[in-house]
């Protein structure tokens, strides 16, 4: 990922200078579990443990010659050792994907955790702001057209819902990536004891693969893609909400907009949705990495490496993406502006139509047959109103009379009180409430 988009701690994870300290880290565990079962000498262990990691440098000059990374590495770091002869039972009975693999969980582990963080300040942030708004009169919107009365916080709290279970879908899927072997060539174990790859498990938080053919299948990485995807969308489905209301048309939620901010080089009165737009901009960046992760997961026999230069891209990009999206999505909501004037405005700005639905059963319930006299008759008075902009309740009392039909107005006035239609929603926000 560009550095534009790379937050300090994310983009740590995925530094090579990181990942040589991981490298280090599983190998010096596998020499320690050798040690204790007395397949190496003991005193070897202190001078690998002391050797500092490799410098990205050294290992790149390396690799240049060697064409290996993991190679480059393990002389990269013998170079470090001292005595340099300890060195040369790092790495015993090990294949490259042991080392690769197992490294690999702890970055996702990690990748995942800050993730989580996020997730979980982004869930609160979308919570109390739905709960302040549990009040907010807004229109309700089907195909982009006006449908029936609703509040604005109704509207966040499918938001904050969904990120609460697009994060509990990463914790889950933290699980998934948390796995590791140390098997050995094509997985057999046949040059390490399998106490080693427990020993190792164990001290890195860490699960054993419950099988390995020189490498972890590639279900769970794609799983834990997927997950990323998901929550990547969910941002972007907040942030689509923000760009219709903020349209001109509509003005009813606006991005914070900061001081000396500038929202276009040619018209200076532009203010633009630029964070949302970033944010779908994005989301298609972290959806984009599913379907290579996923090709993975079939590899030639025991194992090939098709899958190692996708994931040095994609799972990378994906979290650092993602992580980006969730930090940029809490400050948009954070410092959302809401127009609850314009809000109200827009609802009333159709002339009662918003009410045809209520209107229509009211007349059921007067005793019209739905589909042959009220469904046409308010449809009727609906499309003059459409057409003439004529108050929906006007043309309605023309239809009924046409109709020879007695309107029950104080009951109308009733049954078209914005506010009635959103009397039910008190448990949604009492579960809003809980949401944590």
């Not at 060195?87 to 582990?109: E, I, K, N």
């Not at 004891?193 to 938080?205: I, Q, S, T």
């Not at 990009?317 to 954070?334: E, G, H, K």
């Amino acid at each position: 990922m560009i550095e534009r988009y790379t937050l300090p701690e994310m983009g740590r994870v995925w530094s090579d200078a990181h990942k040589y300290e991981l490298w280090c880290r599983v190998e010096v565990l596998v020499v320690e579990a050798h040690a204790e079962a007395g397949t190496i000498p003991p005193e070897v262990v202190e001078p690998v443990r002391k050797a500092p990691p490799p410098t990205p440098e050294a290992v790149h000059e390396i690799e240049a010659v060697t064409q290996h990374d993991v190679i480059a590495f393990l002389s990269a770091w013998a170079d470090n050792t001292e005595p340099r002869e300890a060195a040369r039972y790092v790495h015993f009975g090990m294949t490259s994907s042991d080392l690769l693999d197992t490294a690999l969980a702890l970055q996702l582990v990690e990748a995942t955790d800050i993730l989580l963080a996020k997730a979980d300040a982004l869930v609160a942030t979308l919570r109390d702001h739905a709960l302040e708004h549990r009040a907010t009169l807004r229109v309700g919107r089907t195909h982009g057209i006006h449908g029936e009365p609703d509040v604005w916080g109704h509207r966040v709290a499918d938001f904050a819902f969904a990120m609460a279970r697009s994060r509990d879908r990463l914790r889950r899927a933290r699980e998934a990536v948390g796995v590791m072997a140390i098997s050995g060539a094509v997985g057999t174990y046949s040059n390490i004891d399998p106490a080693v790859e427990l020993h190792v498990a164990r001290k890195l938080g860490l699960r054993s693969a419950d099988v390995s053919t020189q490498v972890v299948m590639r279900d769970g990485i794609s799983e834990w893609v997927s997950a990323l995807a998901i929550m990547a969308t969910v941002c972007e489905a907040v942030a689509l909400e923000v760009r219709h209301g903020q349209r001109t048309e509509v003005r009813e939620l606006w991005e914070p907009f900061g001081k000396g901010q500038k929202g276009s080089s040619a018209m200076p009165h532009k203010k633009n949705p630029i964070i949302s737009e970033r944010l779908a901009g994005m989301a298609r960046i972290v959806r984009a990495q599913i379907v290579p992760v996923l090709e993975g997961i079939p590899l030639w026999h025991e194992r090939d490496i098709s899958h190692s230069s996708t994931e040095r891209i994609a799972l990378p990009d994906a979290s650092i993406a993602l992580d980006y999206m969730l930090n940029l999505t809490n400050r948009l909501m954070s410092g959302l502006v809401v127009d609850a004037e314009q809000m109200r405005a827009n609802l009333d700005s159709t002339g009662g139509l918003i009410y045809t639905s209520t209107v229509l059963l009211e007349l059921v319930e007067a005793g019209m047959s739905r589909d042959d006299e009220a469904y046409p008759l308010v449809q009727k008075a609906a499309m003059e109103t459409w057409e003439s902009g004529t108050p929906f309740r006007e043309t309605l009392r023309k239809h009924a009379a046409e109709a020879d039909l007695a309107l029950d107005e104080a009951r109308l006035d009733e049954v078209c009180r914005p506010e009635r239609f959103v009397e039910r929603l008190g448990p949604v926000f009492d579960r809003l409430a809980e949401l944590r």
